[in-house]
Nanobody
Framework: QVQVAESGGGSVQSGGSLRISCAVS????????MAWFRQAPGKEREGIAG???????AYADSVKGRFIISEDKSKNTLYLQMNSLKLEDTATYYC?????????????????????WGQGTQVTVSS
């Protein structure tokens, strides 16, 4: 089994930066894919950044050029560096994990590709 836990959320002013983290524990020795999703009140969950077992990254248009997904495999930790934050980035951010092989073909930003989810961390952007 795998557990994922987000941390680092908080409040930041528009135009500012914030980095959130996701610690992975359990069966971390298998190849896997991870991603960040977010959900704002009254809106559907949105896949915003993903990283494949081959370390290929994918971003939603809404965050491309502003957010960076990265991973420290030695620490089993996933990061999301968020820059130039906007009011519309306010949401609960979720980390997701799934066992994948390097040859698997899938949409890294599709929620049903992942079966391990964290509890979420709140990010609030204010003017």
């Amino acid at each position: 089994q795998v557990q994922v836990a987000e941390s680092g959320g908080g409040s930041v002013q528009s135009g500012g930066s914030l980095r959130i983290s996701c610690a992975v524990s359990g069966r971390t020795y298998n190849t896997y894919a991870m991603a960040w999703f977010r959900q704002a009140p009254g809106k559907e969950r949105e896949g915003i950044a993903g990283i494949t077992p081959r370390d290929i990254t994918a971003y939603a248009d809404s965050v491309k050029g502003r957010f960076i997904i990265s991973e420290d495999k030695s620490k089993n930790t996933l990061y999301l560096q968020m820059n130039s934050l906007k009011l519309e980035d306010t949401a609960t951010y979720y980390c997701a994990h799934a066992f994948k092989t390097a040859s698997d073909e899938y949409d890294p930003l599709q929620g049903n590709e992942y079966n391990h989810w964290g509890q979420g961390t709140q990010v609030t952007v204010s003017s």
